[in-house]
């Protein structure tokens, strides 16, 4: 395991805030590694003030992770040896997240493949073991958490298939090595289930939470939630993001969270045009996630806002069932036209050729 000074300073990274994108994965038409745009898009993310990366989660697709399609450690190499040599706005060490999936014995290995490459922390997903209980959930966790510091994981159930109850959640963050927690199951009162829990456990001063609700993004960094425990009252609050809705667009996120951030820090009040901003957001992920067929389209549409902006070549994807539905491109782009306020195109259009340089 990474030494317990590096893991604390990459803690407290998180907890103070970061803007982390979910890293897509840029394909040629015959299905390999665009490795020109793969490494451009790691420089973007950087440059635009991201605070770390995810790879290897459901935006990099989960086919990766099929030994037989043999990608997992190529595209975390090729993340981290850009992230390594290119540094980015911040000039200091991008936090690394690995995506880990699959039965224990395979989610051990990832880990280890993620350690090995200098990966910080493992995200966690556990929708190979959908249908076992909270015990088998929390024992393959704990055996995970031996090789890498772990940030929880409640994927959305239209994706993972699976319900994480409150249980669950009391249970994983007695684990020592669970460092973070990215809360994405799309639904509020599932969100508040893992804020309940992190109130009670005792650890929430440890424990960085982080939104995956790309659905809520501005509400949840915006929102202090308070608990009743024991007779005292617990804040918690999401310091930061880790989404695939920030794949696209960072540079603007990173303004947005450090808004956030200083209304926070200042103890203001929520400007009424940012809970504006935050509804307009959510109508671009409807259209970018493909809300309207089920998150069909989810990880092309990311793509098809890249490839307008000259960062990747088209939407391939590794699972041909993961297409653009029909409509979608057109929903897409009358978002853009009427909010071009929320596009980062002119910071995009400024550094690309820099950025697909080698």
Sequence with gaps: MAS????KTVVQKLQAGCVIPAHPLALTPDLKIDTRCQRALTRYYLDAGAGGLAVGVHTTQFAIHDPQVGLYKPVLELAADTANTHGGQ????????????????QAVQEAEMARALGFHIGL???TALAGQSNQALIDH??????????????????????VLDRAFWQALVEIPALVAIK????????????????????????????????????????????????????SLRMTGGLLG?????????????????????????IPPDLLTLGAQLTLANRAIFDVDHGFRGCIPGISYVLQQQGLVRGTMTLDPEEALSPGQMQAIDRIIEAHPQLTDNDFVQQHLDCWLSN
């Excluded at 031996?146 to 298939?161: D, H």
């Excluded at 809705?245 to 009040?269: D, E, Y």
């Design 183 to 234: 809360v994405a199951p799309f639904d509020r009162y599932k969100t508040l289930d893992v804020l309940q829990a992190v109130a009670e456990s005792g650890r929430a001063q440890e424990l960085a939470l982080y939104t995956g609700n790309d659905d809520t993004i501005i509400q949840d960094l915006l929102t202090v939630y308070q608990f009743n425990v024991s007779g005292r009252t617990v």
């Design 4 to 7: 317990s000074d590096l893991i």
């Design 141 to 162: 966790a704990r055996q995970v958490a031996e090789v890498i510091p772990l940030m929880g994981f409640y994927l959305q159930p239209a994706i993972s298939g699976m």
């Design 245 to 269: 809705q920030w794949a696209c667009w960072t540079q603007q996120a990173v303004k947005i969270l450090q808004r956030i951030g200083a209304i926070h820090a200042q103890q203001m009040p």
């Design 124 to 126: 966690l997903s556990l």
């Design 90 to 105: 911040a000039q200091e060490e991008p936090i690394l997240i690995a995506g880990l999936v699959g039965p224990t014995a």
